[in-house]
DNA sequence: AAAATTCCGTTGCAGGCGCAACGAAATTTG
DNA sequence: CAAATTTCGTTGCGCCTGCAACGGAATTTT
């Protein structure tokens, strides 16, 4: 119940919403929590998303079932993360993705018009809802134009050293990275073996330096 | 002048607005026009955003000068195109890219501030306009992400294959691409001679047919 | 219409990379 | 602690693909 409250605290989308307004808030905009068991969709293929889903508890997977029949994971969702809104923001009649649930769960759907058009009683904190929306979506935005760029490299070492490079413009020369090597040869579209092996020359060319996921540049 | 306002007429910002009321909106916004002369910035790296971007006239470059020094081109705007409006939204403090113009040409710049908060007296299109601007940040993030898909595919084959079958899924098995050989190999991230390559092996398996940029899927 | 320029297909080559298989190391489980 | 499982590095093989170069076709320019 209140582990809830502690969940949206942490959500993007409330972010600069008092946690005292929070509930209120979520009544006026018509929030339902919805236990969602193990397998079971929260958005189909083929539907329009009408709500934006917040992740309480639980795993929850992003799939795209292919012509070809093949399934794709596009995402694993954790509490506090969400799915939808842009599907909702753009008004797609049919969905290309799923949502189901990897184990039981529960999620918040929220009517995505009651985000859009603010209700009667003026909640004071509509207009930071939609700011926050519009943030999460074009953050989103650049995170996508990044790994886009770092995608149209044509060679592992171009791939990998651009993402280290990004990285280490955050972190500094020395640095962890939040993959582990499979998570990083998915992040970056190439083969396992072949990128432990770009990595290995890159060390021996005294290009770069690391130790498990904590890396350097020289 | 009334280029203008034709012009205008076709900006996604500006959807649902009808074109009479625009230029009193458009006053509203604080809307500026400014005359850019070729190679001079529109937005410098480094800078930070405050203005969404529309093209009245010319032809403007968005460049990325990466650490080695190389500039590349991440895309090229006409008139109607806008710019900066992920930044905006994001709050970016450094901006990534430069906007530069190709040739001589003007913009619109809006002050961003100005969109979020709407002005005391109630302009109606206000909410239309931040509609818009989720909807048009919501379709460029679905688009964004079609096309990491595509390029996480390994292979030239996959990648074509991929993105054919996506826009016969749109237009049916026979139909036109809006890219010139080389375009599309710039827009799969692989080499333009690979392509054909690929292409002409493709062909030669019976699975696609084409002849310049009409395709066919057998 | 000729010349020039751009676009595109073809091909040889060499290196890159996916793939599969194996083994070591690390982590988890019992 | 042993066994089992997962993670990761290594390597051989063979195809894929980037690269460069060339020539023809198509388009534009003069």
Chains 1, 2 share one sequence.
């Not at 509930?23 to 018509?30: I, V």
């Not at 039981?104 to 929306?133: K, Y």
């Not at 943030?135 to 490299?153: C, G, H, T, V």
């Not at 990595?199 to 020289?218: C, M, P, Q, S, T």
């Amino acid at each position: 119940m209140d582990s809830y409250t502690e969940v949206m605290g942490s959500v993007e989308l409330f972010r600069g919403v008092e946690a005292a307004h929070l509930r209120a808030m979520l009544q006026c905009l018509g929030a339902k929590t919805v236990a969602v068991s193990k397998d079971q969709y929260v958005l189909a293929a083929g539907d329009k998303a009408e709500h934006v889903g917040i992740v309480l508890e639980g795993r929850f997977l992003v799939v795209r079932d292919d012509i070809d029949g093949e399934r794709s994971l596009l995402a694993t969702l954790s509490p506090g993360d969400f799915f939808a809104e842009a599907l909702c923001c753009a008004a797609v009649a049919e969905s290309p993705v799923s949502v189901l649930a990897d184990a039981d769960g529960t999620v918040m759907l929220l009517p995505f018009q009651r985000i859009l058009h603010t209700c009667t009683s003026a909640c004071g904190h509509h207009s930071r809802l939609l700011e926050n929306m519009l943030a999460i979506l074009a953050s989103k935005n650049l995170l996508f134009q990044d790994r886009m760029e770092l995608l149209s490299q044509k060679s592992i070492r171009r791939r990998v050293m651009r993402y280290l490079e990004s990285v280490a413009a955050q972190k500094g020369r020395e640095f962890s990275i939040p993959f582990s090597r499979e998570e990083l040869a998915d992040f970056l579209a190439v083969d396992r073996s072949a990128l432990s092996r770009e990595l290995a020359r890159l060390k021996a060319e005294g290009h770069i330096d690391y130790w498990k996921n904590v890396f350097k540049l020289l």
